[in-house]
């Protein structure tokens, strides 16, 4: 069987990727040697991974952002406070009401997760507990059809998910997650070499390591991947 590395880099070739493929993992607070500390919001430190290929550790020392602190339970953040920012800070919804829906929707940080520092870094390896891929939509749709060449189960999407929700959604509904970025860390995070931090034609998928395995093991039986199928364009009007 081929090594991980190389049916990594398969994968990135087959389906184009040019991103890194990000891995985070969960380790005891304060790790000596577990990744580069920076004055970071969560979704920052994923973007820092992504683009500068290095190790990074979110921590209730080093976030920054209020949101990633309720939603990661870095800090004591209340479900009250959350809803007067969505709604009345930043009027991501009309009222409280469609807020606590919202909140209730969403996945929950693991109980057994709380007090462990999160590391994201470029190298998938066996300690590996998500792998995060940065992709456009037609590579999403590949990797959801490898992910689903030996079993179909459905994917869900919740509207307005905060960015950082990726480092753990997975772990808690045992499903790919998709998220297409908070509108915040898309726009309002700032500019490097006048773009944008999160290129606009790209979107997070984030899946348990045991189901990114199995997108590599699919990969040369699928027409999501390397497999060729017999098939011919049909025979259509000129466009």
């Known amino acids: 069987m081929k090594n991980l590395n190389t049916q990594i880099k398969q994968l990135k070739k087959i389906l184009n990727i040019d991103e890194e493929i990000l891995s985070v993992t969960f380790v005891d607070a304060d790790f000596l040697g577990s990744g580069n500390i920076h004055r970071d919001t969560a979704c920052t430190a994923i973007a820092r991974a992504f683009k500068n290929k290095e190790a990074v550790v979110v921590s209730a020392k080093n976030q920054l952002c209020p949101g990633a602190d309720y939603f990661l339970k870095l800090k004591k953040i209340k479900t009250k406070e959350a809803i007067d920012a969505y709604v009345e800070g930043e009027k991501v ?86 998220n297409f970025m908070d509108y915040y860390d898309r726009y309002y995070q700032g500019k490097i070499n006048k773009k944008y931090l999160w290129p606009e034609d790209k979107m997070i998928i984030s899946l348990r390591f045991s189901d990114f395995k199995k997108i590599l093991k699919n990969l040369e039986k699928s027409p999501h991947g390397n497999y060729i199928p017999r098939l011919y364009p049909q025979k259509a009007d000129a466009l």
């Open 93 to 178: 919804f009309e009222n409280k009401n469609v807020c606590q829906t919202f909140l209730r929707a969403l996945p929950k940080y693991p109980i057994k997760l709380m007090k462990k520092d999160i590391v994201i870094n470029s190298s998938i390896n066996v300690k590996t507990q998500l792998a995060i891929l940065l992709i456009n939509p037609a590579q999403a749709n590949r990797i959801i059809g490898l992910l689903n060449f030996d079993r179909y189960n459905k994917v869900d999407f919740l509207p307005n998910q905060p960015t950082c929700i990726s480092l753990f959604a997975p772990l808690v509904s045992g499903a790919p997650h998709i």
